[in-house]
Every structure is written in structure tokens, then in C-alpha cells.
């Protein structure tokens, strides 16, 4: 699709957003949604005919000049999402004014907390992401159905840290999962996937890799073949994240293939723990958190098939990969066949006919990691039933839709995409996009942990052990993961402690044994 007429279908999108909000349109659509691909996957669900009634209620009215103050990251994903909703808001109100603060994305944390702590009123709905839910969550007002229809939310995505226990205290931007983005010209190659078949002995096609060697050795492939320079881009840097989430992506297939880590659960303990944690509390284990998971022959197993993919990338101690030079090395002539990215980075690809030939999957074995940015309401607000409101217009179906076309961003709301589908000028390759979407946000097992020290504490510890490993510095995989995990128990310990005396549960929840109701399983 080019420029102009994506343009064109955004401002329509646009123009049907103010119109069903503000006369409360209701209408009704079939929609047959499948969960993959129709031509890249093989993997295949039943497919379901939904219908869908979508009304949206009629809006406060605003008699005086009132403003809300958003407070978010700077860039396409929060401030940029945050204007876009603010400028349909303020045309539906037109005695509100959203005012939207944005800082780096390494300092709105601190900034947002440090207001929130003394108790300030200045920010009505603050930004968070889920390493630090339970930071937030004192000071967030609870969402209920009256404003959110969690119901149309999908939930591994939602329950990342917008949803804690049977409460939601925010919203999903929208559906951010982590894909392989890959070049179809690679793969959908007919002489390459023939001789590929015949030298590996399964498919090229990403959507029917069973495990994480097969994509190495696609890797291999590509690298041994002289068709591209280095095989399938996996994060290996240390900070922001990237390593964390890259391990703990890797690490879930293992995960979910290892009963007594897992417990039966391969969503882990979500929203707090996720996969880096077992998914119970074992018999003996004397403590308010589950142990360590990753420390484990499935642990080591993962990162011994991490070192292998990374073998066929820039060597780490020259290139470290990276959220913010993913795209830019995917988009290098015959770089990398793909790479692991997150959905709403298809947005920062800057030559169309790259980004036209991209198409998605998920991980090996079929599942995604998911990493979601929400908005939550603080309860220092003045503005409350405003703010809240605001929260509903977010999530609503029709403006997560509109936010695709003015920035693909993947919609967290189910309705959403069918209306996406319905609209038959979406060129052949997004609609691809879509579906591979669709399957990762119901597939979003893996997960970093939520835990408060999670970024401060567990992050560096256990990225400095696999980064020594992935450059070759720590010879012994097990010994690493091991001294990763005693790091953890020992900060955990360390926190709960200095904690205890002063925080409440809510505040300070690993001080507390889990209680029998946590969300330890999945819910549906």
C-alpha cells in the first residue's frame, strides 16, 4: 500500500471514530478470523465465524475546560500512540485538552514514580510497561467493565501487568508481540526451500519449525550458502531489555516442554513471573516467590542453542544486536534473511519495498513473547471519570484499529482486527501481518518477570552471565545460569527484607507468600 492511499484509509478510520463515538453508532459484522497465516503457516486451528456487535457509550459531557495530563515515553510507540488517541479524544470533547509529557524512554519510569510517591495530582494517566507493574499498581485506580471490556482484551498480552489477579489496573497500547520478521524472498524462494529440503530435511518455512536448532539451522543455511552476509538476527544486548527478552524468549520452548518447571502452567506465574521462574512453589522452598527456573538442563539447553544463532550473527564482542539497530541491519542488502523484532517495529522500516516483502511468524514450536506499554489512571487524578474514559476510548475497538493505519500498531482488542479484515483495500502482505499477529497475541507465552527489581536487579545479573557465555568469555553454561540464579534468590531475599517493615503487600508483594487465588494458571 502506498503512502497515499494508507493516508486515505487512516483518515477514514479516523473520521468513523469520531462519528460512532460521539452518536454512539452501533453495527454489526461476520468475520471469518483465522489464526495464521493462510499462506505462510502450517500451523492450523478451527476456524470460527464471530459475531460482533460493537457500541460504544455516549461520552460525558464537559460543561467547563478541563485538561488531562498524559505522562508516557518519547517516540512512534508512546508519545507518538498518545497525540494520535489525545487528537480523536479532543475531538469528540471539545472542552478537554489532552496534554501529553513525554520523557526518554529510559527516564519516564523514575520520573513517573517519584511524582506518584509524593503524592502529586499533576499526572491523570501515567504509562508503564511490565517489569514494573507492581511499582505502579498502588497508585493506579482499578478499571472495571463499566469503562474496559477485558473481555475483548487478549489476555497473555493483557495479563503482562495490565491485569493483576482478578483486577486491571491498565490497558495494553496495544498487541506488542515479539515475531520473526523475514524476507519472502528468502524463504518463499521455490530452488532455495528445494535445496533446503533436501540438504536439511524439513521445510524453509518458518511457520513449521518445531524447535530452535531448526531455525539455526537455517541460519546456517543462508550464512553457508553465501545468500546473506549473517542468518536470523536474535538481541544480544545487554540493557533495555534486549538480552533479557531474547533469553526468555529461547528459553520458553524449553519451558513448555519441561513439566516440572513448568508445572502443568506454560504461561508461568503470570503477570509477575513469567518463564524465567517455575511455575509453582515447590515443597520446601521457603520463600514468598518460586524458584529460579532457568538453572535448570532445560536453562542451559537454551542457551547453548542462543550461542549457535549467534554464531551466525555479527560476533557480539564487535556488533551487539539491539532493539534500536534490528531494523536498521535488517534493512542492509542481503544482511539477514530476518530477524526477531517487535510487531509495532514494522513501523521503523524506511524503504517500502523491504517492508513489503517482510512477512511474520512466531517462535519455534509456535508461540511469541509478548512485551506490552499501559496506561493506567493514577489515583491522585482530579480528573478520574475523565481519565478513565479516556482509558475506554484507547481500548475501544475502533480507534486500536485506527492506530494501525496511522502507525501499525497491532490492536490489542480481538474486535479490532476483524474490523481490519473486513476492509478489503488492506494489501495482501499486512493482511498477513494481521493473522500472524492474531496467532502470536494468543500465543504470547513468554515473558520477562514483573517483579519490582526485575530491570534493577535480576535484568543485569542474569544478562551478564549469558552475554559472557554468547562471547565466549564463561566456558560453563551451567555454572553461568547457576551463579544467575543464586543472584536472583539473594536480591529477592534482599528486597522483601528491606521492604517489609515499610511497604504494604500491594507495594511490596514478593514480601508476601502468593496467596492461593494468584493467577498461577492461564485463564481464558
Not at 535445496?195 to 530452535?212: A, H, K
Amino acid at each position: 500500500m502506498n503512502s497515499l492511499s494508507r493516508g486515505a484509509l487512516a483518515a477514514i478510520v479516523i473520521i468513523i471514530v469520531v462519528v460512532a463515538v460521539a452518536g454512539g453508532l452501533a453495527y454489526s459484522m461476520r468475520r471469518h478470523v483465522t489464526t495464521s497465516s493462510p499462506t505462510t503457516s502450517s500451523i492450523t486451528t478451527a476456524t470460527t465465524t464471530t459475531q460482533m456487535t460493537t457500541t460504544t457509550s455516549t461520552s460525558m459531557t464537559v460543561s467547563s475546560p478541563e485538561t488531562l495530563t498524559v505522562v508516557t515515553y518519547t517516540g512512534k510507540t508512546g508519545q507518538g500512540f498518545m497525540e494520535f488517541a489525545a487528537h480523536l479524544f479532543e475531538e469528540e470533547h471539545p472542552n478537554v485538552k489532552v496534554n501529553v509529557i513525554a520523557f526518554p524512554f529510559t527516564q519516564y519510569i523514575s520520573n513517573e514514580l517519584t511524582v506518584l510517591q509524593s503524592g502529586q495530582g499533576q499526572y491523570d494517566i501515567v504509562t508503564y510497561t511490565p517489569a514494573n507493574t507492581m511499582e505502579f499498581v498502588p497508585y493506579l485506580v482499578p478499571l472495571n467493565s463499566t469503562y474496559v471490556n477485558i473481555s475483548d482484551l487478549f489476555y497473555p498480552v493483557q495479563a503482562l501487568g495490565g491485569t493483576v489477579g482478578n483486577v486491571t489496573y491498565g490497558v495494553a497500547r496495544g498487541t506488542s508481540v515479539m515475531l520473526l520478521a523475514y524476507y519472502a524472498n528468502y524463504f518463499d524462494n521455490a530452488t532455495l526451500q528445494q535445496e533446503f529440503q533436501q540438504e536439511y530435511g524439513f521445510s524453509l518455512n518458518p511457520w513449521t519449525w518445531n524447535n530452535w536448532s531448526q531455525l539455526a539451522d537455517a541460519s546456517q543455511f543462508f550464512t553457508s550458502h553465501h545468500i546473506t552476509k549473517y542468518g536470523i538476527l536474535l538481541w544480544d544486548q545487554t540493557g533495555d531489555l534486549d538480552l533479557y527478552e531474547a533469553y526468555a524468549l529461547v528459553f520458553e520452548w524449553y519451558y513448555m516442554h519441561s513439566p516440572s518447571l513448568n508445572c502443568g502452567n506454560v504461561m508461568g506465574l503470570m503477570p509477575l513471573y513469567g518463564d524465567l521462574f517455575m511455575g509453582c512453589i515447590p515443597s520446601g522452598w521457603n520463600h514468598g516467590f518460586p524458584p529460579p527456573a532457568f538453572n535448570s538442563t532445560a536453562g542451559v539447553e537454551a542457551l547453548e542453542v542462543q550461542r549457535e544463532i549467534v554464531s551466525y550473527m555479527p560476533p557480539p564482542t564487535a556488533l551487539l544486536v539491539s532493539y534500536d539497530n534490528v531494523v536498521p541491519l535488517l534493512e542492509q542488502p542481503n544482511y539477514a534473511p530476518g530477524a526477531f523484532i517487535f510487531a509495532a517495529q514494522l513501523s521503523y522500516f524506511t524503504n517500502m519495498n523491504n517492508l513489503t516483502d517482510i512477512r511474520l511468524a512466531p517462535a519455534p514450536g509456535g508461540y511469541a513473547l509478548g512485551g506490552a506499554t499501559f496506561f493506567g489512571v493514577s489515583k491522585y487524578s482530579a480528573h478520574k471519570q475523565l481519565a478513565l474514559e479516556f482509558i475506554s476510548f484507547i481500548a475501544s475497538p475502533q480507534v486500536q484499529a485506527a492506530s494501525f493505519y496511522n502507525m501499525t500498531n497491532f490492536p490489542i482488542s480481538k474486535q479490532a482486527y476483524q474490523l481490519l479484515l473486513e476492509n478489503s483495500s488492506i494489501p495482501s502482505y499486512e493482511r498477513e501481518w494481521i493473522n500472524a499477529t492474531f496467532y502470536a497475541a494468543e500465543h504470547a507465552y513468554a515473558a520477562i518477570p514483573a517483579v519490582s527489581i526485575s530491570t534493577t536487579a535480576l535484568e543485569p545479573a542474569l544478562e551478564k552471565e549469558v552475554l559472557g557465555y554468547l562471547e565466549g568469555q564463561i566456558t560453563n553454561a551451567s555454572q553461568a545460569l547457576q551463579q544467575a540464579a543464586q543472584a536472583w534468590v539473594q536480591d529477592l531475599e534482599s528486597y522483601s527484607t528491606s521492604t517489609s517493615t515499610t511497604a504494604s503487600a500491594a507495594a511490596a508483594p514478593i514480601t508476601q507468600p502468593l496467596a492461593p487465588q494468584a493467577p498461577w494458571a492461564r485463564q481464558e
